[in-house]
């Protein structure tokens, strides 16, 4: 049996605690709109975590009033090689033979391996 595609992994069950656009604004001390901007410029990604629910961002990826550290730059990377928010939400949280998952090694500033890993996904 082969490993289920990232798309098809439940976010729910994988993303501990989600914050609503209104949510993730205030954090960030922005606007609704601008949380908008950040996701469209791939600062931010957000995905519907479970059926009958919004658009919503993984509260792990603001830490300080700001974007995890090394986060944009990743998820620049995994669009441009065709991965969607959701599959790299997925991803993210998924153990990746990292200390913890690719997530907790951006927030403890362990970015080169995870961007390494990334970049290798693409082949």
């Known amino acids: 049996m082969s490993e289920p595609r990232l798309a098809d992994h439940d976010l729910a069950a994988l993303v501990p605690d989600w914050l609503d656009w209104a949510e993730t604004a205030t954090l960030l001390d922005v606007t609704v709109a601008k949380v908008r901007t950040m996701i469209r410029d791939h600062e931010l990604a957000a995905a519907v975590p479970a059926p009958g629910q919004g658009q919503q961002v993984p509260a792990a990826f603001i830490q300080d009033g700001f974007p995890v550290k090394g986060l944009p730059g990743l998820l620049t990377l995994m669009h441009d090689n065709k991965y969607d928010d959701r599959e790299i939400i ?3 949280f998924l153990d990746q033979d990292l200390p913890g998952s690719p997530i907790d090694a951006l927030r403890e ?10 970049q290798a996904m693409a082949f």
């Open 90 to 92: 997925a991803w993210l």
């Open 109 to 118: 500033n362990r970015g080169t391996e995870v961007k390494r890993r990334a």
